[in-house]
């Protein structure tokens, strides 16, 4: 059995390589934020770094997509209308344990950290994003699902 990873580029060495073809599981990485302008930095700086990526609005969007096809990483953001990113990180942790979740926030409470460690979260990056930061724990998400 073929283990998936996420799809990255040749000429990127710091992105795994492709497992080929686009029916693999998990092979893609998701954007969970209620802000457009949010959802459309990350999908281009993921996707510059060699990221298949996919978004979501909210919580229930996110879960559709998951549904569909799983993703190998999941960027949530915490405050969002309706369900919460806590809510959709245990969510995904529970039903889809091989992915990955980092959460990503404008707050940087220490509890809220302590909170996602106890979900199972891989990374907590706070926002305004630190580019190297973002590729630090996309790193360690991409390495867990391996």
């Known amino acids: 059995m073929r283990r998936a990873k996420v799809v990255g580029t040749q000429n ?4 795994p390589a492709s497992t080929g073809g686009g029916g693999d ?6 954007v969970v934020d209620d802000e457009e302008l949010i959802r459309n930095l990350l999908r281009r700086q993921l996707a ?6 996919r978004t979501a609005s909210n919580a229930t969007e996110a879960l ?10 999941a960027l949530l953001d915490i405050l969002m209308p309706g369900r919460d990113g806590f809510w959709l ?3 995904i942790r529970h039903k889809w344990s091989k992915t990955a979740v980092i959460i990503v ?5 220490i509890g809220m ?8 979260v891989i990374d907590y990056v706070q926002k305004p994003f630190v580019k190297e930061l973002l ?8 390495k867990a699902v391996q």
């Open 12 to 15: 990127n060495p710091d992105v």
């Open 25 to 30: 599981p998990m092979s893609y990485v998701l």
């Open 48 to 53: 510059g770094w060699g990221y298949n990526v």
């Open 64 to 73: 559709e997509l998951m549904l569909a096809e799983p993703a190998a990483i």
């Open 89 to 91: 990180a245990e969510r």
């Open 105 to 109: 926030s404008g707050v940087g409470d």
């Open 113 to 120: 950290v302590e909170n996602s460690k106890e979900l199972g």
């Open 135 to 142: 590729r630090q724990a996309l790193e360690r998400a991409a």
